[in-house]
C-alpha cells in the first residue's frame, strides 16, 4: 500500500519567517508527486514534480524532489499571513492508476 | 464558474437515512474522483471515474457506498444507512488524462456530512 508522511504536522511562525514542510514517500512505480494548499475547503494545485533535484519554484514557494531518497520538501520565503493553511503532498503511480496518495498534511500558521 | 462544484455544501442527517451527493466537474474533464477527509487527515480515495466507467474503488470502501457517473458528465456518491462514522467531508476533484502529462486534480469544495 501507497504510503505518504509529512512533518512536522504542525508549525506556527512569523511573518517574513522561511518555513520547509517535509514530504517522505513510498509508492510503487513512481510517477509524480504533488503539493496542493487547502485553506478550507478545496485543495488546490502548487506543484507538481516528477525528476530529481529539479526545482520548482513560484514566487516565494519552491519544491524539489530526491528520487533516490523518497522525499520532496516545500519551501516558502518570507512568509505571510496569507501562507497560512494545510499543505498536503500526494504521490501518483503510472498513468494509468486512477488514485493519488495523500499525506495527512502540514498546518501552518503565520502569525503577523 | 468553470470550477468544480459540489451539491449540496452540507448534509445533516440521522443514523440509518441514505443520502446522495452530486459532483459537476470541469466539463472538458474525462476524470473524476471521490475521496472523504476526516479532521487532521489529508484526502481518503473512494472511487474514480474516467468519462462513465468506474475503473477502481477503495477495498476501504464498503457496500454501501455507491457512486455513478452515467453519462461521462456529473457523478452521484450514494450512503446507505449512514452511521456515525460516515461523518467526514466528501470532495469531488476532477482533470484530464493523467497520460496526457494532466496529473493535477481540481477539487469542489466538498460536501460536509455529520451523521446524527
Known amino acids: 500500500e501507497d504510503k505518504v508522511v509529512q512533518s512536522p504536522l504542525s508549525l506556527v511562525v512569523h511573518e517574513g519567517d522561511t518555513v520547509t514542510l517535509n514530504c517522505s514517500y513510498e509508492?510503487?512505480?513512481?510517477?509524480?508527486l504533488l503539493w496542493y494548499k487547502q485553506e478550507k475547503k478545496a485543495p488546490t494545485f502548487l506543484f507538481m514534480l516528477?525528476?530529481?533535484?529539479i526545482e520548482k519554484k513560484s514566487g516565494r514557494l519552491s519544491s524539489i524532489l530526491d528520487k533516490k531518497e523518497l522525499f520532496s520538501i516545500l519551501n516558502i520565503t518570507a512568509t505571510q499571513t496569507g501562507d497560512s493553511a494545510v499543505y498536503l503532498c500526494a504521490v501518483r503511480r503510472d498513468t494509468n492508476a486512477g488514485k493519488s496518495t495523500f499525506g495527512d498534511g502540514t498546518t501552518l500558521t503565520v502569525k503577523p | 464558474d468553470t470550477g468544480v462544484s459540489q451539491d449540496p455544501r452540507h448534509k445533516i442527517t440521522k443514523r440509518g437515512q441514505n443520502v446522495t451527493f452530486r459532483c459537476d466537474p470541469i466539463s472538458e474533464h474525462n476524470r473524476l474522483y471521490w475521496y472523504r477527509q476526516t479532521l487532521g487527515q489529508g484526502p481518503e480515495f473512494l472511487t474514480y471515474?474516467?468519462?462513465?466507467?468506474?475503473?477502481?474503488k477503495s477495498r476501504l470502501l464498503s457496500d454501501r457506498f455507491s457512486a455513478e457517473r452515467p453519462k461521462g458528465s456529473f457523478s452521484t456518491l450514494e450512503i446507505q444507512r449512514t452511521e456515525q462514522g460516515d461523518s467526514a467531508m466528501y470532495l469531488c476533484?476532477?482533470?484530464?488524462?493523467?497520460?496526457?502529462?494532466?496529473?493535477?486534480?481540481?477539487f469542489g469544495s466538498g460536501t460536509q456530512l455529520s451523521v446524527l
Open positions: 509508492v510503487t512505480n513512481f510517477r509524480s
Open positions: 471515474f474516467q468519462n462513465e466507467a468506474q475503473l477502481e
Open positions: 476533484a476532477s482533470s484530464l488524462d493523467p497520460g496526457q502529462g494532466y496529473e493535477k486534480l481540481f
Open positions: 516528477t525528476s530529481s533535484g
